[in-house]
C-alpha cells in the first residue's frame, strides 16, 4: 500500500472554502432513499472530522442564491485537506453537485503584531510604569501571555458555532500612488494598528478569521466572519469601509452570506428530502 504523501505548513493549518450548487433535475432523479444515503454519508464524514481546531467538516446553507451548499475544511496535511475535499464530493451521488467556487489558504500570523519590547515601551511610555516594579513585570506577562493566545489563535483557529458566516477574498491595491507594497513597514504598521482598532469594537459581536493564500489562491487573503446577526457583519464592512487600510488599499471579491446548519437542517432548508421520504431501510 502506498503511503499518502505528507505536506505540513512549519506552523499553521491549511483552510477550504467551497461553494456548490444543487443540480436539481439529477437530484429530482435519484433512486429511492438516495438523498437519505447521502445526508447519512456526509454525517459520517463531519462527526470523523469535528475536532475544534482541525481537522474540521464544517457544513453551511448559502443565501443569497450565489450557491446553495457551503463548506469549510481545516487540516494540518495538505494531502489530508485533498482528501476531505474528494471525501466530501464523494458523499454526494455524481452529477448532483456543481461547483461554484473554492478558495485554498492558510493560517499565518500578521506581522504587524506588537512585538515583546513594543510591550515593554508602551508600559514605560503610555503607562509610567517603572521596570523591574512588581506591576510592570506583571502587566508585561500578561501582555505576553495576551500575544500567545493570539498566535494560537490565529495559526490553530477554533472557530464557533455561530449562525452567519460571511466569506469574501480580498487584495491590497497595486495600482499607482496606491501601491500598498511601496509603502515602508512602519507606515503600513501604523495604518494596520488603525484598522486593527476597528475591528476589536465588534468584539463578542464578530469572530474573524484572516487566512492567507498570496502564491497559494487568485487573491491575497480570505476573511471569514462569524456573527449571530447579519447586522454585525454589514456594520463592521461598512465601518471598514472608511479606516485607510480599506478605503484606500484594499480590493475585495465576491461577498458569501450563509448559515450554519448541521446536515440534517440542511436538507431541511434546502428541500433535498424529507426523512420520512428517504429514510434508510
Excluded at 32 to 50: D, K, P, Q
Excluded at 73 to 81: N, R, T
Excluded at 225 to 238: F, G, N, P
Aim: charged share 25%; proline share 4%; net charge neutral.
Amino acid at each position: 500500500m502506498t503511503t499518502p504523501i505528507s505536506v505540513k505548513l512549519d506552523r499553521g493549518i491549511h483552510v477550504m472554502h467551497l461553494f456548490y450548487f444543487i443540480d436539481r433535475e439529477r437530484w429530482a432523479g435519484l433512486p429511492a432513499r438516495e438523498s437519505a444515503h447521502t445526508r447519512t454519508r456526509l454525517e459520517a464524514l463531519c462527526a470523523a472530522n469535528a475536532s475544534v481546531s482541525h481537522p474540521r467538516v464544517v457544513t453551511y446553507a448559502n443565501v443569497g442564491g450565489k450557491a446553495d451548499l457551503a463548506f469549510i475544511l481545516y487540516a494540518a496535511d495538505l494531502s489530508q485537506l485533498g482528501r476531505l475535499h474528494r471525501k466530501l464530493e464523494a458523499c454526494f451521488p455524481a452529477g448532483t453537485l456543481r461547483k461554484v467556487y473554492s478558495y485554498l489558504s492558510v493560517t499565518e500570523l500578521t506581522e504587524y503584531m506588537p512585538t515583546e519590547e513594543e510591550s515593554r515601551q508602551n508600559l514605560i511610555q503610555q503607562e509610567k510604569l517603572q521596570p523591574g516594579t512588581p506591576e510592570f513585570e506583571t502587566r508585561l506577562a500578561e501582555a505576553a501571555k495576551r500575544r500567545q493566545e493570539y498566535e494560537h489563535f490565529r495559526l490553530y483557529p477554533e472557530m464557533p458555532d455561530w449562525e452567519v458566516m460571511c466569506f469574501y477574498p480580498m487584495n491590497k491595491r497595486r495600482v499607482g500612488g496606491d501601491n500598498w507594497y511601496v509603502l515602508d513597514f512602519t507606515t503600513r504598521k501604523r495604518l494596520m494598528g488603525g484598522h486593527a482598532r476597528v475591528g476589536r469594537k465588534f468584539a463578542g459581536r464578530i469572530s474573524q478569521l484572516i487566512t492567507g493564500s498570496a502564491g497559494i489562491d487568485d487573491w491575497e487573503w480570505g476573511v471569514t466572519l462569524m456573527a449571530h446577526q447579519v447586522d454585525a457583519i454589514k456594520e463592521i464592512v461598512y465601518e471598514m469601509r472608511f479606516d485607510e487600510v480599506s478605503a484606500r488599499y484594499g480590493e475585495f471579491g465576491t461577498f458569501y452570506m450563509n448559515l450554519r446548519l448541521q446536515p440534517d437542517a440542511l436538507w431541511d432548508h434546502l428541500g433535498l428530502g424529507s426523512r420520512a421520504q428517504n429514510s434508510p431501510g
